[in-house]
């Protein structure tokens, strides 16, 4: 069974950054494309980011283009995702998501991911 822990939420003021963490278990990673997702309460889910480790090619929303960095240590098997100038728009619950196989069409389909962590709060004050 495929487990999906994130960590590294927080509170942190606009323009600050914070680093989320998805530790992985039990597959390869070059097998799966990689997801960060956020949902705020009242607003639909919204994909993040995303890295296929197969290509090592990443992708993101146009809101947080240039502002976020997806990356994975494989010998870690850990995602990251690194969050710089942080908006309090920003403000959500984040999951970490996983998908077999490796091709990212179709990338911020939510529901084209087969697995899910818990997901870490971040809340950002303006």
């Known amino acids: 069974q495929v487990q999906l822990v994130e960590s590294g939420g927080g509170s942190v003021q606009a323009g600050g950054s914070l680093t989320l963490s998805c530790a992985a278990s039990?597959?390869?990673?070059?097998?799966?494309?990689m997801a960060w997702f956020r949902q705020a309460p009242g607003q639909e889910r919204e994909a993040v980011a995303a890295?296929?480790?197969?290509?090592?090619?990443?992708y993101y929303a146009d809101s947080v283009k240039g502002r976020f960095t997806i990356s994975q240590a494989n010998a870690e098997n850990t995602l990251y995702l690194l969050m710089n100038s942080l908006k309090p728009e920003d403000t959500a619950m984040y999951y970490c998501a996983a998908r077999a196989p490796w091709y990212a069409s179709g990338w911020s389909s939510g529901t084209s991911y087969n697995y899910w962590g818990q997901g870490t709060q971040v809340t950002v004050s303006s």
């Open positions: 039990k597959f390869t990673y070059s097998d799966y494309l």
């Open positions: 890295f296929s480790s197969r290509t090592g090619n990443t």
